[in-house]
């Protein structure tokens, strides 16, 4: 069983930035790829990033590449998703998932935690 809990969301202005963190316990700890993505009201939940079991790799949605960053430390089973000049459409529920592979869809991973919200205002 894996458990991920988020943390770091939070109200910020337009152009802001935020540190969100996801703490995995069980079994997730470097055996599987890590992503986030994303839920604003009324939408669905859409893919933002993810970075591999070992680190070394990362990917992400074609839109937000360059504006948001992952990072995974393995000695605390945590992994960060750093999101620079915030606007106002990034206001969203973002969540943490595990997974066995680097992919997108929502159906290829596994375990979510419950999410963290990011409210940005103009």
């Known amino acids: 069983q894996v458990q991920l809990v988020e943390s770091g969301g939070g109200l910020v202005q337009t152009g802001g930035s935020l540190r969100l963190s996801c703490a995995s316990s069980?079994?997730?700890?470097?055996?599987?790829?890590m992503a986030w993505f994303r839920q604003a009201p009324g939408k669905e939940r859409e893919f933002v990033g993810g970075?591999?079991?070992?680190?070394?790799?990362?990917y992400y949605a074609a839109s937000l590449k360059g504006r948001f960053t992952i990072s995974r430390d393995g000695a605390k089973n945590t992994v960060y998703l750093q999101l620079n000049s915030l606007q106002a459409d990034d206001t969203a529920v973002y969540y943490c998932?595990?997974?066995?592979?680097?992919?997108?869809?929502?159906?290829?991973?596994?375990?979510w935690g419950q999410g963290t919200q990011v409210t940005v205002s103009s």
């Open positions: 998932a595990a997974g066995p592979r680097a992919t997108m869809p929502t159906t290829e991973y596994e375990y």
């Open positions: 069980g079994r997730a700890g470097t055996r599987y790829t």
């Open positions: 970075i591999t079991s070992t680190g070394h790799n990362t």
